[in-house]
């Protein structure tokens, strides 16, 4: 016969889900106001829209430290450089999407598909930001895109951030790199700043549930994009990333063994 669970592991996980109810009506309740906000400040200066507009992020984020227990920790902030940069993401879940202009020190301008201006409440919100949203189905022109409108964004002082494996990957996994973000950098000679975030051990991707915690956010030092192709560049990017969450979160990763060495047998 199976062993049922413990009164306080079944009382654990109803205090979770209570939790997370409590944050998402949260949320609900402040996006919307948020948006009729956003609508109303359309016509300020875009460096003045972004201000307000982030207070709703930050309020996420907050609201997630007091509701789930998540807190955070920021490492290597000495090395985000004061002036224009591409900004190169670990991304496991939502919550760095949240963080990042919430605490960043500069304005970010996100590149994404164009559906998620067709959200409603949400949408509003970054369609009046001026950002990079793009149509996949173009191709190459998709890029192009990119590197016209990110080359503006950067002279206009702000930070250019991707997340180069496109999608929230799972705690312990490495989706493909894309070079798109290597090649907008060595086309605009700005430097790239990778980040590894282990999101993931908090804030699981798809998950209803949170975990209570303290997530990680460690920012490396740049790298030139000069003399560098964008391959190498997206694979310098790579190689500090994962080895970083490595750093992050050991036990998450296979040890992997070299056959060769003596020591293995």
């Known amino acids: 016969m199976a062993e049922s669970a413990s009164p306080g592991a079944t009382g654990e996980a109803r205090f979770g889900a209570l939790r997370a109810v409590i944050f998402l009506v949260f949320q609900v309740v402040t996006v919307m106001p948020m948006a009729f906000v956003c609508l109303m400040v359309a016509p300020l200066p875009r460096p003045l829209r972004y201000r307000i507009t982030i207070a709703w992020p930050r309020w996420q984020v907050l609201a997630a430290r007091l509701i789930l227990g998540i807190?955070?920790?920021?490492?290597?902030?000495?090395?985000?450089p004061d002036g224009p940069a591409v900004l190169l993401s670990k991304h496991q879940s939502a919550w760095e999407t949240l963080f990042y202009p919430s605490y960043m020190p500069r304005e970010l301008c996100f590149v994404f598909k164009r559906e998620l201006l067709w959200l409603p409440f949400?949408?509003?919100?970054?369609?009046?930001?001026?950002?990079?949203?793009?149509?996949r189905r173009r191709g190459a022109d998709a890029f192009e895109h990119v590197a016209t409108q990110g080359a503006v964004k950067l002279s206009q002082g702000r930070w250019i951030i991707m997340f180069p494996e496109g999608t929230?990957?799972?705690?312990?996994?490495?989706?493909?790199?894309?070079t798109g973000g290597a090649?907008?950098?060595v086309r605009t000679g700005a430097p790239v700043v990778p980040i590894a975030v282990n999101s993931g051990e908090c804030w699981p991707r798809k998950a209803f549930i949170k975990?209570?915690?303290?997530?990680?956010?460690?920012?490396?030092?740049?790298?030139?994009?000069?003399?560098?192709?964008?391959?190498?560049?997206?694979q310098a990017v790579e190689h500090w990333i994962e080895s970083e969450m490595r750093r992050l979160s050991p036990e998450r990763y296979p040890i992997i063994i070299n056959e060769s060495d003596p020591r293995a047998s």
């Open 183 to 185: 090649r907008l950098a």
């Open 168 to 178: 929230r990957t799972q705690v312990g996994s490495k989706g493909r790199y894309k």
């Open 71 to 80: 807190r955070w920790e920021v490492r290597g902030q000495h090395y985000l």
């Open 211 to 234: 975990r209570a915690g303290t997530i990680t956010v460690s920012i490396g030092p740049p790298i030139a994009s000069q003399g560098l192709t964008a391959e190498a560049l997206n």
């Open 122 to 135: 949400f949408g509003w919100g970054i369609a009046l930001l001026d950002m990079i949203h793009i149509n």
